[in-house]
């Protein structure tokens, strides 16, 4: 154990920087994009806490450092450790089986051995990083088995896991041959929070079924209530925590002088058309990104969209490059995107702009400022940011959102236009609404979504985790 050991330690698969390799063979750290970062970092720099990662380059082995007032502590990953735990394990394994099994799940057994040993490396981490009776709050998927590998080393420590994708129904989840050994490794924490209060029934569920855990309490509510498992003489807590994000911070940069003049870049940029559909999403099979094009598509052909006065932009950013799924999903999206292109739009004046590239925060908010429609459709969706990013943004009340009601965030943003991604048709009525909005309805749909987004922040996230983790008596 560190001799200055930290007394709040969180562990994810990603620190919150990443090595970077540059051309001439040296290297830097660059900031990492991602919810989960914008969500922990203001929170652990005030709390002086260390964070357990790897540092996004396969085989280097890192020294511990500090960064933006962060003790960082690196943990190293080999380029078959990539493989087979993080492409294939983590992204081919458990991310398709977690999203309702939109693509197939692979079960291979090189796979989980991997997953095993890298989720030992990352307890052997945690472990020497944090101070006798600390907190350790474990993040996501990748490290399902880190509460119960580190209970086991350090049972002085008050462990935490936080699962940011959905949870999936029962049946789904039992055809994982290795069911029982990720319930185990879950149940090492002292509180297990999801998304959702159904995320949480399921997991409560799967402990008695699985390991013949009765819950004392089984009923979940969200925030203030989580139901509870006597696992031996330790009580698990399983609660629902709906994750947020720096809502104060999007609003203020939204408010700013550079970002109106954006905006209005954006828009002259884009030809000014009378209405401008967005859609930002990580390219990924989840996100349901063709089926908005669709919906556009359809809508032209129809005559209820006029290509002449409405323009969408679709920013995709890089993901999972090497993985076969994603390959063949962008060719996908890339031959819609051409095809509406082709069929509806003039020179100088495509319908779609399509980029497949990663935006700065101070562009993302100038393009939020800059859409009258925001399109967020995933197939499933753990919670889904990038709805509340966008409606953190309008301080102008302007805009409509279409959303998922398979996006977590659904069920917080009553006032969107609420959208079954499979219903093509549906999403097409409610695009067009969307468009054809009556401002007035518009502002006060969108002052009813500041409201919750605003109140429910990811300050206020993690405060509620943490408290019900760390309760105040202790």
Known sequence: MSSRGADFVVAANRLPVDLERLPDGTERWKHSPGGLVSALAPFLRSHSGAWVGWPGVADVDVDEFTEDGMRLHPVSLSTSDIRDYYEGFSN????????????????????????????????????????????????????????AILREQRPDLRIGFFLHIPFPPVELFMQLPWRAEIIRGLLGADLVGFHRPGGA?????????????????????VRTRPGVIQVGDRRVQVGAFPISIDSGGLDSIARGRESVARTKQIRADLGDPTKIVLGVDRLDYTKGIDVRLHALRELLAEGRVDPNEVAMVQLATPSRER?????????????????INGEFG????????????????HELVAFFSAA?????????????????????????????????EFAGAAAELTSAFLVNPHDLDGVKNALEAAL???????????????????????????RSFLDALVPAEQ
């Not at 692979?106 to 490396?121: G, L, P, Q, T």
């Not at 967020?376 to 509340?388: F, S, W, Y």
């Not at 054809?436 to 993690?462: F, K, S, Y």
């Open 346 to 361: 003039r020179v100088g004046y495509p319908v779609v702009h399509y980029l497949h590239q990663s935006v700065d925060r």
């Open 201 to 221: 029934q399921n997991f409560l569920w799967l402990a008695r079924q699985l390991l013949g855990f009765e819950p004392v309490r089984s009923a979940v509510g």
């Open 92 to 147: 081919a394994t458990l991310w398709p089986l977690y999203h309702d099994v939109v693509a197939p799940p692979v079960f291979d057994r090189a796979w989980w051995e991997s997953y095993v040993k890298v989720n030992h490396r990352f307890a052997d981490a945690c472990a020497e990083v944090a101070a006798k009776g600390a907190t350790v709050w474990i993040q996501d998927y990748q490290l399902q088995l880190v509460p």
């Open 372 to 404: 009258d429609v925001m399109a967020v459709t995933p197939l499933r969706d753990g919670m889904n940011l990038v709805c509340k990013e966008y409606v953190a943004c309008r301080h102008d009340l302007g805009g409509s959102l279409v959303l998922s």
């Open 323 to 339: 993985v076969e799924h994603y390959q063949k999903m962008r060719s996908e999206i890339e031959q819609l995107v051409s095809r």
């Open 436 to 462: 054809n909005i009556d401002p007035a309805e518009g502002r006060r749909r969108m002052r009813a979504l500041r409201r919750q987004v605003l109140t429910h922040d990811v300050d206020r996230w993690a």
